[in-house]
């Protein structure tokens, strides 16, 4: 079953198209990795899913139906490269904000922030103010409030930067526990090891191209960085 399907998307910005005729489709439960190279269009792809802008032609379903409606984004979660926290909130002040919008409050509320912040191995800081963490530290918090709602479909940027190989491995078993768990998880990164290791299939663009489409791990017989590299500079 398709959950996300990206058909024919354009994009145009600064009078320079960014995106040309974008398409692929992500299963239900697994983990797509999207790559890239600098400049390549990822960024504006995942704005067009999230409907932060619109594309100029193409269509896009989320969970069937067209583009992310309200019923929709009941069942996405969704982790931005750049974490925009509020600093002067602790983290589990952060998450119960955020859960609000889900309708969580109460012992419901409580019990959820308190598996999350083990889940993300912040059991023991939840009273500390989001200021006094480094970019790794928030990192982890941002992945927790993206998974507050339990969605079915979860959107991660760049989710591993600024982690060393310990926290990448915790993340990871993470992502994988959450796909068992049916989540379907879009994976930004152009960390090509983590890809390597928990991803099901993969997409490259490359300059608004897609240049690789649903690509199955297993049919790669060498090594993703070549792999990568070699459709890269034939492109």
């Known amino acids: 079953m398709k959950i996300?399907?990206?058909?024919?998307?354009?994009?145009t910005l600064a009078k320079k198209k960014v995106l040309h005729?974008?398409?692929f489709?992500?299963?239900?439960?697994?983990?797509?990795g999207f790559l890239?190279?600098?400049?390549?269009g990822k960024t504006t792809t995942m704005k067009c899913i999230m409907w932060l802008i619109e594309p100029e032609?193409?269509?896009?379903?989320?969970?069937?139906?067209?583009?992310?409606?309200?019923?929709a984004k009941k069942k996405v979660g969704f982790m931005p490269e750049n974490t925009y926290l509020y600093k002067h909130l602790t983290w589990k002040e952060f998450l119960d904000f955020n859960g609000k919008f889900f309708w969580l409050e109460g012992s419901k509320l409580d019990k959820k922030v308190r598996e999350l912040l083990k889940r993300v191995w912040l059991e023991h800081d939840g009273s500390k103010r989001l200021s006094e963490y480094?970019?790794?530290?928030?990192?982890r918090i941002w992945l927790a409030q993206s998974i507050i709602n339990e969605p079915k479909l979860l959107f991660l940027d760049e989710?591993?930067?600024?982690?060393?190989?310990?926290?990448?491995?915790?993340?990871?078993?993470?992502?994988?526990?959450?796909?068992?768990?049916?989540?379907?998880?879009?994976?930004?990164?152009?960390i090509l090891a983590d890809v390597e290791s928990i991803c099901d299939r993969i997409s490259i663009i490359h300059k608004g191209h897609m240049i690789v489409e649903n690509k199955d791990m297993k049919s790669i017989k060498w090594s993703l960085e070549d792999f990568f590299i070699e459709k890269v500079t034939s492109a």
């Not at 489709?25 to 797509?32: D, K, N, R, W």
């Not at 078993?173 to 152009?190: A, G, P, Y």
């Open 4 to 11: 996300l399907e990206v058909k024919k998307i354009e994009k």
């Open 25 to 32: 489709s992500v299963q239900a439960g697994e983990i797509y």
């Open 57 to 71: 032609s193409g269509e896009i379903h989320v969970f069937g139906e067209k583009w992310l409606t309200l019923e």
């Open 36 to 40: 890239w190279p600098n400049g390549a």
């Open 21 to 23: 005729w974008i398409n």
């Open 159 to 190: 989710p591993m930067s600024g982690l060393d190989p310990i926290w990448r491995k915790m993340v990871k078993d993470l992502l994988v526990s959450l796909r068992n768990e049916w989540t379907t998880i879009f994976f930004n990164t152009h």
């Open 134 to 139: 480094s970019k790794w530290m928030l990192q």
